[in-house]
T-cell receptor, first 116, second 114 residues
């Protein structure tokens, strides 16, 4: 099993450019989510999905779009990149959308994005 | 809303010694889970230990143990017999019992010195 796969691992953008961070999982997980990691602030939830066709906003959704057309994929789109979106992005998934004691998030390896 | 606070930005410890990382949290939930994640230089997020708020017994995983003080809303991590491979960023996190959304603290960087 590959687990949670994120691409690309590194990306440099210019202000105003658009791009998509890809996230794919092969574990048949219902729940998928995107976090951003910034120094001193830990990880913050951007968007999440509890199943195909269902998405919702997290703590810091502005400037990002998501969609969930299949169970496996959950891409994160930046329509017009800004320097404030320079960060490390993590995709994470879990088996159940309901959450339980045995339900833990599996994280991807992260994508470092720099916006100039 | 939940908040998680880690008051120690950086800590260093000699190899084979013990280090304790602090974490305090605030939540209005009656039942919830607490976690410690490790992030080595590879950037991968690795679950170290978890604790269910309803369980009074402190969780342990090999050299890692927690001191869970529910009334004080404190959840510290003790690393015993520190090894060079323990050098990493450590994040404390909290979530509701029924749900997947994690709220993270700002992290503590741990350096294990030979």
């Amino acid at each position: 099993n590959a687990g949670v796969t994120q691409t690309p691992k590194f990306q440099v953008l210019k202000t105003g450019q658009s791009m998509t961070l890809q996230c794919a999982q092969d574990m048949n997980h219902e729940y998928m989510s995107w976090y951003r990691q910034d120094p001193g602030m830990g990880l913050r939830l951007i968007h999440y999905s509890v199943g195909a066709g269902i998405t919702d906003q997290g703590e810091v959704p502005n400037g990002y779009n998501v969609s969930r057309s299949t169970t496996e994929d959950f891409p994160l789109r930046l329509l017009s990149a800004a320097p404030s979106q320079t960060s490390v992005y993590f995709c994470a998934s879990s088996y159940s959308s309901l959450g339980s004691g045995a339900n833990v998030l599996t994280f991807g390896a992260g994508s470092r994005l720099t916006v100039l | 809303a939940q908040t998680v606070t880690q008051s120690q930005p950086e800590m260093s410890v000699q190899e084979a010694e013990t280090v304790t990382l602090s974490c305090t949290y605030d939540t209005s939930e009656n039942n919830y889970y607490l976690f410690w994640y490790k992030q080595p230089p590879s950037r991968q997020m690795i679950l170290v230990i978890r604790q269910e708020a309803y369980k009074q017994q402190n969780a342990t995983e090999n050299r890692f143990s927690v001191n869970f003080q529910k009334a004080a809303k404190s959840f510290s991590l003790k690393i015993s017999d520190s090894q060079l491979g323990d050098t990493a960023m450590y994040f404390c996190a909290c979530r509701k019992a029924a749900g997947n959304k994690l709220t993270f603290g700002g992290g503590t960087r741990v350096l294990v010195k030979p």
